[in-house]
């Protein structure tokens, strides 16, 4: 897989006043004088030898990294880290499990650690389920930091939801409908983010879908001109391809992205076996996944119906320590709890 680093002189979205896309694509790329042109290259001979500390990461983040088992930043992470904590605005394309969230947490956090206050960052994200999944990361990331980090999505207390916003913390993890529902309801709203740093924007293909438009238009009114955009997507689709064209605003954009694939080093296997013997077979596994120092997994199965049978198996069988069956209707937050991240 080839990496390409690219310095886009021209993302729209990095202006720091919102404008909606035009319905018209122009071809800037013949317009845009020869230095505002974008620039493409690849050089990823020593990437594989690159360490946190030769990405500009403090001792302390190195540190909750190893923690983590994190040995070494990846690709994205190589790549877009340094330009984050250079104060670049950055759009980042790579695939899932590549390390897209340390690539922006980590510079996040970094800084933070340097000049505390809240709201530091908006980290906007298009559900639930994921602003709960990057709260965790957050929060194991920044464990050294008494990092104060809430989640602000839709089916939840609004004015709980407003008096901790009023709370000012660290970071701010949200879904475009909520945050522009509070900032609708409550004048002096606009006012926590008046000196946010950064502004994410994860899984920036759907948070950017035209469902959003007038939600992102609201919430870029109230963040400062002087903010960091950090776009991070798994794919690039028409609209970031529209928006590359049309910016105006120099960024760093690194894309790593050959189709919907999954990470080379995801393993995957499968094995077909008699029903009546299934259930061993998954508890061999298990053992034997145990044995190799893998601490956790994620079965699935097709029905809510079905899905305590694997967990009373495996208490009968005490192949894990502990097991948390979960249906679709549960709350994230015990998905969350139940797979510790």
């Avoid at 993302?11 to 230095?35: G, H, N, R, Y």
């Avoid at 000012?168 to 926590?192: E, F």
């Avoid at 919907?260 to 298990?286: A, C, G, M």
């Avoid at 029905?303 to 097991?323: D, E, M, V, Y």
């Amino acid at each position: 897989m080839e990496d390409n680093m690219l310095i886009d002189e021209s993302f729209p979205l990095f202006s720091k006043s919102f404008v909606s896309k035009p319905t018209k694509i122009i071809d800037t790329v013949s317009e845009t004088p020869q230095s505002q042109k974008l620039v493409k290259f690849s050089d990823d001979s020593d990437a594989s030898s690159r360490s946190f500390s030769d990405i500009g990461l403090a001792e302390w983040a190195i540190n909750t990294c190893k923690e983590l088992g994190m040995k070494k930043p990846t690709p994205v992470q190589q790549h877009c880290i340094p330009h984050i904590l250079a104060g670049e605005d950055v759009l980042g394309l790579a695939q899932t499990g590549s390390g897209k969230t340390a690539a922006f947490a980590l510079p996040i956090l970094q800084k933070l650690a340097k000049d505390p206050y809240g709201v530091f960052a908006l980290v906007v994200t298009p559900t639930r389920e994921l602003a709960y999944q990057l709260s965790e990361q957050f929060r194991a990331l920044g464990s050294g930091l008494h990092l104060r980090c809430t989640v602000i999505v839709g089916g939840m207390d609004m004015i709980t939801q407003a008096q901790t916003l009023m709370q000012r913390p660290h970071i701010v993890i949200a879904t475009p409908g909520r945050v522009k529902a509070l900032l609708d309801g409550n004048p002096d709203m606009a006012a926590v983010f008046s000196n946010a740093k950064f502004l994410v924007l994860d899984e920036a293909d759907r948070v950017l879908d035209v469902g959003f438009e007038e939600e992102l238009r609201v919430i870029f009114q109230c963040l400062p001109k002087t903010r960091q955009t950090l776009l991070f997507s798994a794919t690039m689709t028409s609209d970031l391809q529209t928006l590359l064209e049309l910016s105006a605003n120099k960024a760093y954009f690194y894309e790593a992205y050959q189709g919907s694939k999954t990470v080379e080093s995801l393993k995957q296997q499968y094995i077909f076996v008699p029903r009546n013997v299934k259930d061993v077979y998954l508890l061999h596994i298990l053992s034997r996944m145990e044995n190799m120092g893998i601490r956790s997994a994620i079965i699935f199965v097709s029905t809510c119906r079905s899905s305590p049978h694997p967990s009373s198996l495996l208490a009968i069988g005490q192949a894990t320590k502990s097991a948390v069956f979960l249906q679709t209707r549960f709350v994230e937050t015990q998905f969350f709890d139940a797979i510790a991240l």
